[in-house]
Every structure is written in C-alpha cells, then in structure tokens.
Antibody, heavy 121, light 107 residues
Framework: QVQLQESGPGLVKPSQTLSLTCTVS??????????WIWIRQHPGKGLEWIAY???????YYNPSLKSRLTVSVATSKNQFSLKLSSVTAADTAMYYC?????????????WGQGTTVTVSS | DIQMTQSPSSLSASVGDRVTITCQAS??????LNWYQQKPGKAPKLLIY???NMEIGVPSRFSGSGFGTDFTFTISSLQPDDIATYYC?????????FGGGTKVDIK
C-alpha cells in the first residue's frame, strides 16, 4: 500500500525559498501512471491546491503560485519535491503531498500526514 | 478559478440525525466533484468521488449527489466518529478548487 511522508524545514525566513520533499513508499513513483500532488492549508482555513506532477514529468502549477513554484520528481529516490521562492507570511501553512486517484489528478486518495511550515524572521 | 460555496459553514446535530451539506459551483462542473473528510490534526480523506461514487472502505451512511452546479453530501445517521470538517472539491477546470468546509459536531 502506497504511503507518503513529507519532510522539510519547519521554519523559513521571509524572502527565502521553501523546499519540501515527499517520500513515496510501497510503490514506485515512476510506475502506474500516477499523478503526484501538493496541497496546502493555511492555519484554520480551507485547502488550496498547489501543483501536480505526472510520472512522465509533465507538471501543472496553480497560476496563483506559478511564478514562484518549481516541482520535480527524483525517481531514483522515489521522491517528489516542491520549491517555493520568495516566501512571505502568507505562505505559512500545513503542506500535504498526495497521490491522484486511479491515474488522474481529479481526486486525491492517498495523503501524507502533512508538514507545518512557518515563515518568520 | 471556479468558486465552490459550501453551506452551512458549521452544524451541530444529534447522534442518529440525518445531516446534509450543500456545495454550489460558480459554473457548470458536470459531475466533477469530490467530498473529503478532515478530522482535527489529520490529513483529508477522500469519501466520495465523481459526485456520487463511494471510495472503497467508506461507510454506507455517507452519500453524495448532484450535477451541474448544485451538489449534496449526506450522512444518513450521524455517528460520534463523524465529527470532522467536510470539504467539496471540483476538478472540472484547473486549478482544482475546494469549498470552504463544513464543520460537523455532535449536539
């Protein structure tokens, strides 16, 4: 059974770049035609869809974050990553990685536990 | 982006009650809607996909319906384990967007 685990620094200074990694276990990230997705949740708020990566390398970024966002896949490590540049307090959130259900980005059927990121000097 | 409006934002009901949550899309999304349950301190869990299909392992007291712009999520008999926030999510247009959530607790 596929499991996901996010990792990254809990604290990032304003204007710096946030880097997060999601490690996939129980299955190969590059097989099965899966979509790998990042979602965030601001404190006490709803959910915001950030980006997806298809196993072949195709990406889609939320236009609201596109200018600051880079996502990538490291197949040899069975990981995918997110980099968000020029962070501000508005980027403080819980960040989740997830898998798209049945080879689609439409629904997320496996989620990591989430990692909290605080942007503060 | 498509705006998803959920109502109510919170509700309190008794164990055994029927609970209904609505989600309205700002434009026609066909049946491109999912429902998630998020318990405090946990990641969301997919309950319903494609508006009315139950994810494997989800109790049958949960159901979804709707098409176009208006959707409904129902818990037929509220249980203590159902205390959570519920979110709808559309995927008809990119980027996928979520409703604001409905917090459900026990009266």
């Amino acid at each position: 059974q596929v499991q996901l685990q996010e990792s990254g620094p809990g604290l990032v200074k304003p204007s710096q770049t946030l880097s997060l990694t999601c490690t996939v276990s129980g299955g190969a990230i590059s097989s099965g035609g899966d979509y790998w997705i990042w979602i965030r949740q601001h404190p006490g708020k709803g959910l915001e869809w950030i980006a997806y990566m298809y196993y072949s390398g195709t990406n889609y970024y939320n236009p609201s974050l596109k200018s600051r966002l880079t996502v990538s896949v490291a197949t040899s490590k069975n990981q995918f990553s997110l980099k968000l540049s020029s962070v501000t307090a508005a980027d403080t959130a819980m960040y989740y990685c997830a898998r798209g259900r049945s080879g689609s980005y439409s629904a997320m059927d496996v989620w990591g536990q989430g990692t909290t990121v605080t942007v503060s000097s | 982006d498509i705006q998803m409006t959920q109502s109510p934002s919170s509700l309190s009901a008794s164990v055994g009650d029927r609970v209904t949550i609505t989600c309205q899309a700002s434009q026609d999304i066909n049946n491109s809607l999912n429902w998630y349950q998020q318990k405090p301190g946990k990641a969301p869990k997919l309950l319903i996909y494609d508006a009315s299909n139950m994810e494997i392992g989800v109790p049958s007291r949960f159901s979804g319906s709707g098409f176009g712009t208006d959707f409904t999520f129902t818990i037929s008999s509220l249980q203590p384990d159902d205390i959570a926030t519920y979110y709808c999510q559309q995927y008809d247009n990119l980027p996928p967007t979520f409703g604001g959530g409905t917090k459900v607790d026990i009266k």
